[in-house]
């Protein structure tokens, strides 16, 4: 008579079994559901982290690379600066907890994970980097990793309840520059740039570069300070030295033509303003020929000695010129090519012997800065970019 409670207790027993065995079920479903949840979440922030350190390091790198080139040290120095000015910015930027290093890649193996070449657009969809030509290179591509062989893996933490480890990781940057500008255009931001309202002739240009012309002061650029002596670094006089065509240095018309004092004292401290490249269509650039024709007038007025000589130190564009005709303030110049400078001593004042505006070359990053494909300039670079 107890049969019947017996089968139902026994029915009970069975589905309180399968609901417990079905929980369990659930729960590891849950807990390999939270693996993934927090270990997906921990390999990305770890993923992002990575992208941050191999664009601040492609950056770092191609800085460094452009500088040292552009005070003069070779190519391979110049590389070796970059690669250690990479591995410094990477070590900063921990990723997971980890300051990643970086294979430094000192062969610059086209394969390798830190590698310098040459970008011919930087504006490409998919620039290519090309590594045949270190006397073209502008460009550094990064690869920073964390996987078995560099920086470990990004590890798992619930995960490993699975058997599972980490993950390899690994993020890549490239960062570029232009060395050869053709022309000045107005900056995105709107502001002022650099230029220098006054010309230089070419030959003389050519003979500061070749190592024809002066070193009789020097530049410090830790105390920002010019004394006398040499620092390695040539000069050449800016002031017109009455050699005639094509020595006849002067003023150049940038803006409206006939240029006032007070507008050339303006542009020497504060640079060439949008509205003075508005009078140009909004840039001063060369031609289909590699030229750019700019009224002047030779000669540099002694009223502007104060405010040349309130920049002295500073970097500032200059064209240099292949001929110019043309009696004072009717004076034509064929611009064909841009230089960074800086002024070092002025003089303006007593025998025309005496008169001086000494400058030596000075890289110079341009805002606004038309990219050429020729060599169209010296010393004057754009800002460096990430490209990739």
Known sequence: MYTPYVIRRNRRSTRRGAISVLAAFLSIILLGVVAFAVDLGYVLANKQ???????AAALAACWEYGKNLAEGRTASDAMIAGRAAAAAYASSNAVGGVSPAIDQNSGNLSSGDLVFGQIANLYAPNPTLNTTTPSLFNAVRVKVRRDSTLNGETPYFFAKVFGLTGQGLD???MAGYVRNIAGVKTPASGGNIGVLPYALDVQTWNALL????????????VTKTITAGADGILEANLFPQGTGSPGNRGTVDIGGSNNSTADIARQIVYGISPSDLAHHGGQLTFDSSGELELNGDTGISAGVKDELA???????????????VGPGNNAQYTIVHWAGIRILDVKLTGSMSQKRVIIQPAPMVIPGAIASTTESSSYAYTPVVLVK
Not at 210 to 221: I, K, V
């Open 310 to 324: 309130s920049i002295k130190g500073q970097p500032r564009l200059i064209p240099i010129f292949s001929t110019v």
């Open 49 to 55: 982290e990575l992208q941050r350190t191999a664009d």
């Open 210 to 221: 070749a190592g024809q012309t002066a070193d009789q002061w020097a530049w410090n650029p």
């Open 171 to 173: 993020a890549e940057a």
